[in-house]
Nanobody
Framework: QVRLVESGGGLVQPGGSRRLSCTASGFTLNSSTITWIRQTPAKEREGLSC????????SYKDSVKGRFTISTDNAKNTVYLQMNDLKPEDTGAYFC????????????????WGQGTAVTVSS
């Protein structure tokens, strides 16, 4: 069965850091495109970062550029999202979603979603 499982969320103070993990099973990440998506407490969803693992390209939305880094460990079949300089507006549920056809970032189909991991940025 094709699955994605997110982990690593929790409570962090503003300015702090957190690393999220997205582990895939039932398929290999190196032929797919993975997008990290945040759902705010207001239920608004936005793609934040994407990696096209066919060619190693990565992309970021302006709101997280310079603060977040996406990376892939093919040996562990895991995609990471390193989040630095966190802000209260980063609070939300973080999901990873896979395009199994490996289409270009921001032109993807979200074929498979994980269940999300919650990140709360607060003092």
């Amino acid at each position: 069965q094709v699955r994605l499982v997110e982990s690593g969320g929790g409570l962090v103070q503003p300015g702090g850091s957190r690393r999220l993990s997205c582990t895939a099973s039932g398929f290999t990440l190196n032929s797919s495109t993975i997008t990290w998506i945040r759902q705010t407490p207001a239920k608004e969803r936005e793609g934040l970062s994407c990696t096209s693992n066919r060619d190693g390209n990565t992309s970021y939305k302006d709101s997280v550029k310079g603060r977040f880094t996406i990376s892939t460990d093919n040996a562990k079949n895991t995609v990471y999202l390193q989040m630095n300089d966190l802000k209260p507006e980063d609070t939300g549920a973080y999901f990873c979603a896979a395009d199994l056809r490996g289409q270009k970032c921001w032109q993807v189909d979200y074929d498979t979603w994980g269940q999300g991991t919650a990140v709360t940025v607060s003092s």
